[in-house]
């Protein structure tokens, strides 16, 4: 074995917060590494996550505003997972002038297409009601595709200005990752025009003499999931930039929202009810298809008819079919033991059409529709409310967070009326709310995660929480733990020792 690494130093580095910061939304980190010893260019950026700001009218002016750095100069965009809070803007990004390269997990890229085509679509029929430019086009999103390589977790990969990146498992979506960022002489490329390797200079995340890691966790899983890995350990880690979204609070438990899951669907067969559910398409529909579909083999639910009405769900559910090399040992051990699909619900019907999805609604009961959006902004599930919402037979179940502003949410509260397509729609159905399906880690869980780099940590960066989720967070890493955290403000750039 060669000696030569064990005297690499690591450059200055810098970490500049340009959205996600005091937000749950609208991730985007500057990460730049001065290259100037070692090569002609002066510094090497990376950009980590390129998100939509999301949830009010603030959000959307802020997203068409001009990005606080030169597109043209980022070398590279590493994506943590596919929701739109963290690639919601990659396309405006290529717009504006980004001809760098883009890393994710291959999952990431698969859902990253279906999610950014159903997103230019929706922008495009926006920006021609309402006579104003989209955020994007079509262009952008087949330019940033054109950009994006993958690299599978576990990948030791020099990506250019003396880093290696590793994708970690963050366990939050299929393909989320957590990018482990090894920074040193020793990963150095030789001067001159740079090409992407795989399986580089740094054969393990082992951690080697003068190196700096750092670490963007994108989302944090709620390991155990129902069938995702884990999320993975971040052992070693000098610097940590994490999300907080439950960083003040916890989760009710998760054999509770099973129970109050399995009480609502055996009660509208019981009593011959429909069943709306509002979901969010990435995720948390394949969250309740794995769960009912592990209840109802059990013999704990009855089986009952159950509609998905999203075409977006169904090809996001596709994809999650074919990565099950990403799923953990329970829904392994459930392909093992004959289960070809793990989110067949026995009696699931796919809805392809409007027409479709018309005459689902006098199907007879009992039935369950699902369909997105997941807090009744737009999709299908508009016209079901519509039609459901006055019928005192009729059960709405909300499994997700519901914005302030939004239908889902004024549904959550309890409102007697609400106005649908300039409609008013009297509220006669039984509104129910499971507040256990999170894919986020809760606060005690996030402190646990932080826990396991705590001897190396020299600072963590609170981010992607509203204000009080990171102070808390901040607050109980800090005294738990003994570990510097702080809460970055939009716009503040810290520099790493
Ligand atoms: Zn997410």
Redo the contacts with the bound molecule.
């Keep these: 074995m060669s000696s030569i690494h064990t005297s690499s130093v690591s450059p200055h580095m810098s970490i500049t917060f340009c959205g996600g910061t005091g937000s749950v939304t609208g991730a985007n980190f500057l990460f730049e590494i001065d290259t100037s010893a070692y090569s002609k260019n002066k510094s090497f950026k990376i950009l980590v996550d390129c998100g939509l700001e999301q949830g009010s009218e603030a959000a959307e002016k802020f997203n068409q505003q001009p990005f606080s750095y030169i597109p043209a100069s980022i070398d590279v965009l590493l994506v943590t997972?596919a929701?739109a809070?963290?690639i919601g803007r990659i396309p405006k990004l290529v717009k504006d002038g980004f001809r760098g390269r883009i890393y994710s997990t291959p999952a990431t890229r698969d859902l990253a297409e279906v999610m950014l085509a159903d997103a230019v679509h929706l922008l495009t029929e926006e920006s021609g009601h309402l006579h104003k430019p989209a955020l994007y086009e079509e262009t952008d999103v087949q330019t940033a595709f054109s950009l994006w390589h993958t690299i599978p977790y576990y990948t030791p990969t020099d990506i250019g200005g003396c880093v290696s990146m590793i994708a970690k498992d963050s366990g939050?979506?299929l393909g989320a990752a957590m990018y482990e960022l090894h920074v040193g002489t020793n990963v150095c490329p030789t001067l001159g025009a740079f090409t992407p390797k795989t399986g580089g200079t740094v054969p393990t995340a082992q951690k080697k003499y003068g190196e700096t890691v750092i670490v963007f966790t994108?989302?944090l899983g709620n390991s155990p999931a129902l069938f995702l890995r884990d999320t993975d350990s971040i052992a070693g880690a000098d610097y940590l930039v994490m999300e907080s979204v439950y960083g003040d609070r916890n989760h009710e438990s998760k054999e509770k929202r099973r129970a109050e899951l399995a009480a609502v669907i055996t009660d509208t067969a019981r009593r011959n009810r429909t069943l709306i559910i509002p979901a969010f398409s990435l995720e948390r529909t394949q969250d309740i298809l794995f769960e009912m579909n592990e209840l109802e083999r059990a013999g704990k639910i009855p089986s009952i008819p159950i509609y998905i009405d999203s075409p977006l769900a169904q090809k996001v559910t596709d994809i999650y079919r074919r990565y099950s090399d990403s799923y953990n040992d329970r829904a392994k051990k459930l392909l093992a033991a004959g289960d070809k699909d793990i989110f067949a619900v026995p009696k699931l019907t796919r809805i392809e059409n409007n027409r479709e999805s018309e005459r689902v609604d006098s199907f007879p009961n009992p039935k369950i529709i699902m369909a997105g959006s997941g807090m009744s902004v737009g999709g299908r599930i508009i016209r079901h409310e519509q039609h459901f919402l006055p019928d005192r037979n009729t059960t709405l179940l909300l499994v997700g967070y519901q914005a302030l502003g939004t239908l889902g949410r004024a549904l959550e509260e309890g409102v007697p009326e609400v106005t649908i397509a300039g409609e008013r729609v009297p509220v006669r159905a039984e509104i129910k709310t499971i507040l256990g399906y999170s894919?986020h880690k809760d606060s005690d869980h996030l402190v646990e995660f932080v826990s396991g780099a705590a001897s190396t940590l020299k600072k963590v960066f609170v981010a992607m929480g509203e204000p009080k989720s990171e102070l808390f967070l901040a607050q109980r890493i800090h005294d738990y733990l003994g570990v510097n955290a702080v809460v970055p403000k939009l716009g503040d750039t810290s520099t790493l020792s």
């Design positions: 997972h929701h809070d963290h939050h979506i994108g989302d894919s």
